[in-house]
């Protein structure tokens, strides 16, 4: 009783203290965390991305379904081989203070994200672009040897370094749209502050008040505002499931996304309410190793690992919403005809022998480790499960720390960790999504791991017209990936989760890049 009174009034103290100025917003919307940032250049999770994505627009933007569409690009011209494009800007776009987007704007933006110094997890996106891979690792320095250019204040060029089947999915990502330079001159890492936005998309950031709530509103001067109907979006960051589930509850929240924000218990429940919806998307569950930390620094001691997690149970037991337990770090289903190789399946007798052979018999001598995870009741879960396995079938402990999305990020960017829990959610429909973030120099490596053999099979697979070759350069990449080297071990693939009343709420469908833009959602 004590804790759902807890519980009550601290939703009675959020509710204050986000409606103090303001009404009710048109849409209240909860997910797991605060956004890390909201410049689109740095954005990596999809936390921040949803935010990002309601205040800036690229070339193209995703619909409801995921599918790319024209955005602040009218239309575009290709080259028959898929190398060369432009694209005409709509004569309409402008930014939040007046000014019209120009076709330079994309080029500054681009250039500004190829930067090392910018620091983009993503940069390796813009290495499509011939030039660009040279340009971010200093071979040259001259912007005028990548392939984008304005030909006129509308008109973008565009030249790719290989056809790119998925290019337009690219351009409808939020690390794809322009930013405001002489803002981000004027006012540095505070030009994403309300006082000092400039945007281009659907929504301006009215409020953001840290840890409470974000307000967003409809920008007047979005090129296709007549079709945004929520004209206010509120944005609540609640990392409790249970308390994010009485908000719901109580109609104090209209929609929530969040694969965590299920709780354990209730699974089973949920299932059979009207307004709880999943459906399949490319996402995947996994854990990090770190390679360069001692005793992982040793192939046999991460497949031994790998062995002894019994992926079935956990999807049985604790996640309990039909995912499949992943074989791979690539989600049936992605691209075409592409057929993940078969990864390391649970063998506790294998798993033994290895740690054996890697000078840990019965995990005798093994060190104290650590496994990393976020303070949500699955993960919580999650991670008492993988304990008691590692304990059971390899004899070692390992002691669990949890962290705030934030820091938990900073941990994995910089290697502060043993082993930690990941999620990877596709940007577009193809194996690269998944495979390209495990080259030697990706910004959502995070994991140390470094292979030359791997980082060739995926440059060859970029080059590579014919998709059957493509696809077994694929494969042979991810088979070093998941089970001969076992930098990373998949767990389960993910449904996505969706809670909200379809009767009343409309424009938002389960789609495989699990991509809900706020724009599309109206009432009934």
Request: glycine share 6%; net charge neutral.
């Amino acid at each position: 009783m004590l804790r759902t009174a807890c519980r009550i009034l601290f939703c009675i103290l959020c509710l204050a203290a986000c409606g103090r100025v303001q009404p009710r917003a048109d849409l209240v919307f909860i997910q797991s965390a605060e956004p890390e940032t909201l410049d689109p250049a740095i954005v990596s999770d999809q936390v921040s991305m949803r935010l990002s994505s309601a205040l800036f627009e690229g070339l193209c933007r995703f619909d409801e379904h995921g599918k790319p569409e024209a955005g602040m690009a009218k239309w575009w011209e290709a080259s028959p081989d898929q190398k060369h494009y432009v694209f005409h800007l709509r004569e309409s776009v402008k930014w939040s203070d007046g000014r019209p987007v120009v076709a330079q704007d994309f080029v500054d933006a681009w250039l500004r994200m190829l930067e090392p110094e910018t620091g983009a997890d993503y940069t390796s996106l813009l290495h499509v672009i011939r030039g660009g891979k040279e340009f971010t690792e200093g071979k040259t320095s001259d912007a005028n040897r990548v392939g984008v250019r304005a030909i006129d204040t509308r008109s973008l060029e565009v030249w790719l370094e290989n056809p790119t089947p998925f290019f337009l999915d690219l351009c409808a990502l939020v690390p794809f749209s322009p930013v405001p330079r002489r803002t981000i001159e004027q006012h540095g890492t505070a030009w994403i502050k309300p006082a000092h936005l400039v945007n281009n998309g659907a929504y301006l950031l009215d409020s953001w008040r840290i840890d409470d709530c974000i307000r967003l509103r409809k920008n007047p001067s979005y090129w296709d505002a007549a079709n945004v109907k929520m004209k206010t979006v509120e944005v609540r960051p609640v990392a409790d499931a249970n308390t994010a589930l009485n908000f719901f509850y109580t109609g104090q929240c209209d929609l929530m996304m969040d694969k965590g924000m299920t709780p354990p218990t209730l699974a089973g429940k949920l299932k059979e309410q009207p307004w709880f919806h999943t459906g399949p998307f490319l996402g995947t569950w996994f854990i990090r190793l770190n390679t360069t930390k001692p005793p992982f620094t040793d192939p046999r001691v991460r497949q031994a690992f790998a062995l002894a997690v019994d992926k079935q149970r956990i999807v049985q037991n604790i996640t309990q919403l039909g995912e499949a337990a992943a074989h791979g770090i690539t989600p049936p289903g992605v691209g075409a005809d592409y057929q993940p190789p078969a990864g390391l399946d649970f063998d506790p007798m294998k798993a033994r022998e290895l740690l054996a052979a890697a000078g840990f018999p019965s995990g005798k001598g093994f060190p104290l480790v650590e496994y990393l995870h976020l303070p949500l009741p699955v993960e919580r879960n999650i991670a008492v499960e993988l304990q008691a396995m590692w304990q059971k079938h390899l004899g070692v402990t390992v002691n669990l720390r949890k962290q705030e999305q934030k820091i938990w990020l900073s941990s994995m960017r910089s290697l502060d960790y043993d082993l930690c829990r990941s999620s990877w959610v596709g940007d577009y429909n193809d194996p690269s999504t998944f495979l390209d973030m495990f080259t030697t120099d990706n910004g959502n490596n995070n994991t140390g791991w470094r292979s030359a053999a791997y980082d060739e099979r995926i440059a060859a697979a970029a080059r590579e017209a014919d998709p059957v070759r493509r696809n077994k350069l694929f494969g042979e990449a991810e088979q070093m990936l998941v089970r001969d080297e076992a930098a990373v071990l998949p767990v389960y693939h993910y449904v996505g989760v969706q809670f909200y009343h379809s009767d009343r709420l409309t424009g938002v469908r389960a789609n495989l890049i699990d991509d809900h833009p706020f724009r599309c959602m109206a009432w009934k």
